[in-house]
């Protein structure tokens, strides 16, 4: 299974983008990237995904590296309800199905 | 409709006694994935059941742990007799083809 690295920490000012990168040298072609958040007490919340090709929804953006060892969220105007972990995930096949394997995140804190 | 629902929200047990956690995913979602999450860790893959079968057990710590689902719905998750180590907060999620994973708000777990 491809493994993600993210920085354990980051912090962003209010209002401003909140960039967040992901490593994921050892992704395979027909792998997924998927991008969660967990808000402190809740379970994870789905953000994006995406395969190749850059992706946007009302929440955020994802951009993928061409070679897609690499891949950035982000939030376009961070506010103090993004503060929270955000998890980089590869969905890796297995036996028909797909199963998502989750680093240890991003623990981003969003600064009045 | 109603998002993954999980029973019950906190148990607190005494060591050696068996606990069994409850998950009712999605209505015709036909993945269910059981993750658990220690205190400031990453999730950890449990076991994942695509229908009522479980293809991916490989995540599941001990023989002390095991998973049911019936009527490809609600799954069950059984821990025997329960050590301190297995405090944490249980999550549970669900899916269908071609849909990310909704989470529950998972189940906390304290073993005193």
């Known amino acids: 299974d491809a493994k993600t690295t993210q920085p354990p920490s980051m912090d962003c000012a209010e209002g401003r983008a909140a960039n967040l990168p992901c490593n994921h040298s050892?992704?395979?072609?027909?792998?997924?990237v998927y991008w969660y958040r967990q808000i402190h007490s809740q379970g994870p919340q789905y953000i994006i995904h995406?395969?190749?090709n850059n992706e946007t929804n009302e929440m955020a953006s994802l951009i993928i590296t061409e070679d897609r060892k690499s891949s950035t969220l982000i939030l376009p105007h961070a506010t103090l309800r993004d503060t929270a972990v955000y998890y980089c995930?590869?969905?890796?096949?297995?036996?028909?199905?797909?199963?998502?394997?989750f680093g240890t995140g991003t623990r981003l804190k969003v600064l009045a | 409709g109603a998002g993954v629902s999980q029973s019950p929200s906190n148990k607190v047990t005494e060591k050696g006694k068996d606990v069994e956690l409850r998950c009712d995913p999605i209505s015709g979602h036909t993945a269910l994935y059981w993750y658990r999450q220690s205190l400031g860790q990453g999730l950890e893959f449990l076991i994942y059941f695509q229908g009522n079968s479980a293809p991916d057990k490989s995540g599941l710590p001990s023989d002390r742990f095991s998973a049911e689902r019936t009527g490809g719905s609600v799954s069950t998750l059984t821990i025997q007799r329960t050590q301190q180590e297995d405090s944490a907060v249980y999550l549970c999620?669900?899916?269908?083809?071609?849909?990310?994973?909704?989470f529950g708000n998972g189940t906390r777990l304290t073993v005193t």
């Open positions: 995930i590869v969905r890796a096949p297995t036996s028909g199905t797909y199963k998502y394997i």
């Open positions: 050892t992704i395979s072609g027909n792998e997924y």
């Open positions: 995406g395969l190749k």
């Open positions: 999620a669900s899916s269908s083809q071609g849909t990310p994973l909704h």
